[in-house]
């Protein structure tokens, strides 16, 4: 990708750079598992559309590990859920 688009691209990003985004997120269901130097953290996030109240569910996995006493992510995965 040429200089040039890549300006074009940052540039088409910064009328909206500082702005509040259009939906509010909440998160829920939070599990944790640690064994170890390994942690695993499960959850559920909801998108609220603050225009018209649209709600779309997320259910995220993250996975940690211990370096030389820091926790690191390592693997991040999301697809989302359907909520009753």
């Not at 598992?33 to 993250?62: C, R």
């Not at 996975?63 to 989302?80: E, N, T, Y």
């Amino acid at each position: 990708m040429g200089s040039g688009r890549v300006i074009k691209i940052l540039e088409g990003m910064r009328p909206h750079a500082g702005q509040a985004p259009p939906y509010s997120a909440e998160t829920s269901d939070v599990q944790t598992f640690v064994l170890g130097d390994s942690a695993v953290v499960a959850f559920v996030k909801t998108y609220t559309a603050k225009s018209n109240g649209n709600v779309a569910h997320e259910d995220i996995t993250h996975i940690f590990s211990k370096d030389r006493g820091v926790w690191k992510l390592k693997i991040s995965r999301a697809s989302s859920c359907p909520m009753d």
